[in-house]
């Protein structure tokens, strides 16, 4: 039997049971789950294979699992709203986050997507995450310590008006108010040809956002909003859940391209997207 497939002390275990009701919990000899359906002490989950179903002093039955980032993030200490996890999936792809790379985030507010890129990056890549609040590095340090990815993270207390310290990152991503203003610092940040990401919620932030980065060395910028919906998972009668997470952000994704190309790109014509004006559609 695998080694990794058995809970150790120190190990973070989510416990799940039959009311769906879960609870992330990192392992100690002398801790305990403390729920409505019981208390089940650490000692009696130490040891035990991932899968197996371990019973409370009232006789509730928990399932012990090996959580994961969804896990993770969902249980995580929560300081300010955090990227949903609808969105951090494909952030990371449109960012594309590989093993190796180097990336940079700015704020790092509670840590969600700083846990999701690190986890990411692997061993043989970094993230750098910026933010003014000494708090924001304390609260996302917890969160990464219980995902194991500390060592791949470098939290940076500074104003990131002032520039970002690194040079020829592959990746940037802004979750910011104004991240207009922050464009050219992004840009020295950045490899030529690197990845550039902003999460704002509003449409105004959007436009603002969107004619900065046409005035300067981006191409293929897009904005791309996602929307999710859950179902209750009951075999006798499944349907969509009574409420869904709607609108969280609106997404912005832009390349880095050469700084000394001779004359910015002009904005595309409906037309050059394939599209066809009221006239043509007319005839």
Not at 51 to 68: I, M, N
Not at 208 to 215: N, P, Q
Not at 257 to 271: I, K, S, T
Request: aromatic share 8%; charged share 20%; net charge negative.
């Amino acid at each position: 039997m695998a080694a990794k497939n058995i809970t150790r002390s120190g190990d973070p275990v989510l416990f799940a049971s039959a009311d769906r009701k879960s609870y992330v919990r990192t392992l100690t000899a002398e801790g305990a789950l403390m729920t409505h359906l019981g208390n089940l002490p650490y000692a009696a989950v130490l040891g035990l294979r991932y899968g197996s179903a371990v019973a409370t002093h009232l006789g509730h039955l928990f399932y012990v699992l090996r959580p994961g980032l969804d896990d993770l993030l969902h249980h995580a200490r929560h300081e300010t709203t955090i990227i949903q996890p609808k969105d951090l999936g494909y952030i990371a792809l449109k960012l594309g986050i590989v093993p190796g790379i180097r990336v940079i985030e700015a704020g790092t507010g509670s840590g969600g997507l700083t846990m999701a890129l690190a986890m990411l990056v692997g061993d043989g890549g970094h993230v750098y995450s910026y933010d003014r609040r000494a708090a924001s590095a304390d609260v996302a340090g917890r969160n990464l310590a219980r995902a194991g990815a500390t060592g791949r993270v470098t939290f940076q207390m500074r104003d990131i008006a002032e520039g970002f310290r690194e040079r020829d990152a592959d990746a940037l991503f802004l979750d910011v108010p104004n991240p207009w203003d922050y464009l050219t610092v992004a840009r020295a940040a950045l490899i030529d040809g690197g990845c550039f990401g902003a999460l704002v919620p509003t449409m105004n932030q959007v436009i603002d956002l969107v004619g900065a980065l046409y005035e300067g060395p981006w191409f293929r910028v897009e904005v791309e909003e996602l929307l999710l919906r859950a179902y209750k998972v009951q075999p006798a009668r499944m349907r969509p859940q009574d409420e869904m997470i709607g609108h969280t952000g609106y997404l912005v994704f832009a390349r880095a391209v050469l700084r000394d190309l001779p004359h910015p790109l002009p904005p595309l014509r409906p037309h050059d997207e394939g599209e066809q004006d009221e006239s043509a559609m007319a005839e």
